[in-house]
């Protein structure tokens, strides 16, 4: 079955680099964009970007330019996301999710799976 | 503040039947991009739970339902079951933002 499995809890000091990974399986790594949302505690969700698994093109939410990086290793089917210059406010649980239909990519798209999200914990 | 506005929490009783409303504006649900909808329990991924304004996925019940006029969209839930009991966000795109945007989420609570 399509899944996504990520990387274990983190736990950073400020000003430090964190990089998540999310493993794809059950379906062609290539043909769905794969998108990065954040839920800070007590907050909702909040989209970072995507990446192209296919060409490693990327496109980043505004806020996040300047510090975010996703990349991926399609040998390995996995799609990373590292932020830096981490602060407090950054620790949040961050998910990876699949953008479908399989095959597109516009404003259209909604995620499905999801992966089961790892919590990043910035504290000095 | 999230771009899409819900309300913080709903409740209903077992049978009864919720509907959850998700408010944009005139550069993402009122530009026509779909709604969509997911259900999320704490510790979980999240789940998609209607595409496309008003598609379930195989696998959702049919108590499940979605809407979208204008600039709103609605999830109804009918037959509220305790298992329904999480966390329920809207999802569209914003063209003002070029992203995708979230509601705030609304908490389902079954009495």
């Known amino acids: 079955q399509v899944q996504l499995v990520q990387s274990g809890a983190e736990v950073k000091k400020p000003g430090a680099s964190v990089k998540l990974s999310c493993k794809a399986s059950g379906y062609t790594f290539t043909g769905n964009y794969m998108h990065w949302v954040r839920q800070a505690p007590g907050q909702g969700l909040e989209w970072m970007g995507w990446i192209n698994p296919n060409n490693g093109g990327t496109n980043y939410a505004q806020k996040f330019q300047g510090r975010v990086t996703m990349t991926r290793d399609t040998s390995i089917t996995t799609a990373y996301m590292e932020l830096s210059s981490l602060r407090s406010d950054d620790t949040a649980v961050y998910y990876c999710?699949?953008?479908?239909?399989?095959?597109?990519?516009?404003?259209?798209?909604?995620?499905?799976?999801w992966g089961q999200g790892t919590l990043v914990t910035v504290s000095s | 503040q999230s771009v899409l506005t819900q309300p913080p929490s709903v409740s209903g009783a077992p049978g009864q039947r919720v509907t959850i409303s998700c408010t944009g504006s005139s550069s993402n649900i009122g530009a026509h991009y779909d709604v969509h909808w997911y259900q999320h329990l704490p510790g979980t991924a999240p789940k998609l739970l209607i595409y496309?304004?008003?598609n379930r996925p195989s696998g959702v019940p049919d108590r499940f339902s979605g809407s979208k006029s204008g600039t709103s969209a609605s999830l109804a839930i009918t037959g509220l079951q305790a298992e329904d009991e999480a966390d329920y966000y809207c999802q569209s795109y914003d063209s003002s933002l070029s992203g995708w945007v979230f509601g705030g989420g609304t908490k389902l609570s079954v009495l």
């Open positions: 999710a699949r953008a479908s239909p399989a095959g597109t990519h516009g404003p259209y798209n909604w995620f499905d799976p």
């Open positions: 496309a304004n008003s």
